[in-house]
């Protein structure tokens, strides 16, 4: 293919003449021109079937050096999420078994569905806090139809594509609801970190006099411990030397694998303490015994009996009220979010996403899960781990299953302080109020949104929280809408005097009142003396309203002798004015020019004689 040099252009020539193509002297033909329909059409779409099963887009290149990859870093996660699932299904009030089912089954069905390589499905702090605001004090039957009905809410809105509701929540308001979900949970697990076991308490005196100094020394420790191997992953050497590197890397996996630890130290401290003398004589509260926790298939249970009454379908519905809606919609804002944040080349399908999330959600109702959604910190190791693709989910499942068949017997030495550590250590960083003071100073309007969504997430729950957040976010839109910020100046060109009109945001129908009331304020100020330049650029659903205000605005103006210019307004819409003696259109800045000074000479001896 011939590289063409130089574009020459001839005005004078016939329309398909006009453009030839010369390199110097040398002239080419048509032949040698660049073939842009072979080169630049838009690629085929991938089949349905490759986008939806999406295991089957990758299989067919996965290779020795990705499986290697993806089996360490499924090993890695499974070490990671063992700990966490004990601990966020003890923070959602259920026994440690449910969260391990949660763990494996995400994981397995993520490898089939899935897209981003490091998103790991499974029990996450989130999804606990919400579990336990809707499901605390219910039976687990009601955790494990929630988790379905959230499954299908989140299929629901990847068949349907509707990705779009996600946008209408904004930054602040999510920082806002991280932050007060991560305070609830540390107020909810500081009486398990100091052995505190009285449910309510009259005075400070009174909680302070209950806490039990074998539960606190075991707690504070575990969360200091914890916070200081956290800090293992940023030590940097003065040298780079294959010795400091794997000095790092050893650091590295220390510092990923603290939840692990600091649970299994302390598993096996209570377990030596029990084979020296008696569960009786261990001072620390420990976790619940599981008798049997090998996951089985089964229906969710749509109908049970739980002490001396029969729950039916309806009466669960009414039990979970709006949990139904906000947990797989808080579920879904986390997970795309999560997968935004490791896509590589900024193409997320996030219905694909909904979907895979729906399908995690309702094959573990069928194991006895609780609802579970993508986990930043899970992530986080995956990626640093080094995986390649989603079969590393393969791994950690294997691994989860293993600790539910060999380890369950071992779960009730697990003292509730260790727990509890691991819980407020993991969420302790997710509050963040750093943007407050940010947002006074830039912004006041997310600065009340972030503020009132904080406050209501503490006092009235983490779902009215969120709901006051998006409907405050919603009301500001709507103030936009109805008052667009218009700029009005006084603007010369040469001898041309014109005011001039524009919007410098988007204008809907909702602002035409608006919009008319500064036309008419402009012709007020300037004494109906000079034209009047409207640019039409931010006309937004150009409708029937629109038509009705700019006609009456110009007959209005018709009547002062005043003429309206309506600039950058496409054809289309033109048609739809009616034709006016004072009304006219333009596109360029040279047809501005001419319409203004046509109306000057016309308007000499007028304006001559009203000055």
Known sequence: MTIVKKLSFDANCEEKEKYTLQNGDDYYDQSHSVDVEGKYTKPNEAHWLLRRIYILSWIRN???ERAFADLIAGITLGLTIIPQS???AALAGLSSEYGLYSAFIGSIIYVFFGTIPQVSIGPTSLMAILTLQFCADKPVQVVIVLAFLAG???????VFQLGFIVSFIPGPVTKAFTSGTAVIVVFAQIKNLLGVRMKGFTSIGEFFSSIKPSDAAMGISCLCVLLSLRLLSQV???QDTSLTRRLKKVLWYISISRNALVVFFTGLLVFIWVKKSSMEAVPFALSSKVSSAMPSIKLPPFAFEYQNRTYVFTDILHELGSGIIVVPIVAVLANVAIAKAFVKDGNLDASQEMLTLGLCNIAGSFFSAMPTCGAFTRSAVSQASGVRTPMAGIYTGLIVLSALSILTPYFQYIPKASLSAVLIAAVIFMIDVAPVRELWQTNKKDFF???GSFIICLVAGVELGLLFGIVLSMVFILLRLGNPKIEVSLKKHESLTYVHVVPLSDIYYTGVDTLRGELRGACSLYRNDFPVVLDCTRFMQFDATF???????????????VLLILQNMSLKVQEMLPVNGNLRFCQEDSQLISHLQQEKESA???LEAKL
Request: negative net charge; hydrophobic residues 45%; glycine residues 2%.
């Open 449 to 451: 949104s972030w503020v």
């Open 152 to 158: 299908l809410v989140e299929l629901a809105m990847g």
């Open 62 to 64: 996965y290779d020795r």
């Open 86 to 88: 004990i601990a966020y």
């Open 604 to 606: 000499a001896p007028q």
């Open 236 to 238: 940097k050497f003065k």
């Open 547 to 561: 038509t009705e205000m700019l006609t009456a605005v110009s007959k209005e103006m018709a009547e002062n002798d």
